[in-house]
Nanobody
Framework: QVHLVESGGGLAQPGGSLRLSCAAT????????MAWYRRTPGNERELVAM????????HYSDSVKGRFTISSENAKYMVHLQMTEMSPEDTGMYYC???????????????WGQGTQVTVSS
């Protein structure tokens, strides 16, 4: 089994910063992609940022582009989300997601973390 363990959530002031981290543990062959999603009050879960492990290509939602940065430590099977210039609209539950190869076949299984709460408030 593969587990994702998130850390770094909490309270930030408007204009402030937080850094989220997520580590994969368990039995797998490798990781194809790492991403952060969030569910903000009254909204569906949305993709915030994604990184493709091979090559490092990244994608951001328009709402966080220029403020958030996703990065990975591939050897440690970790992904980070550096959040800056935060606003109350960033408040929500943030989820780590990884595309994991459990065997040597090309199949990728997407695993979710349990979520970490981020609150932006003065």
């Amino acid at each position: 089994q593969v587990h994702l363990v998130e850390s770094g959530g909490g309270l930030a002031q408007p204009g402030g910063s937080l850094r989220l981290s997520c580590a994969a543990t368990g039995s797998f062959v490798d990781i194809a992609s790492m991403a952060w999603y969030r569910r903000t009050p009254g909204n569906e879960r949305e993709l915030v940022a994604m990184i493709i492990v091979s090559g490092g290509a990244t994608h951001y939602s328009d709402s966080v582009k220029g403020r958030f940065t996703i990065s990975s430590e591939n050897a440690k099977y970790m992904v980070h989300l550096q959040m800056t210039e935060m606003s109350p609209e960033d408040t929500g539950m943030y989820y780590c997601n990884m595309g994991v190869r459990l065997t040597t076949s090309p199949r990728v299984d997407f695993i979710w973390g349990q979520g970490t709460q981020v609150t932006v408030s003065s």
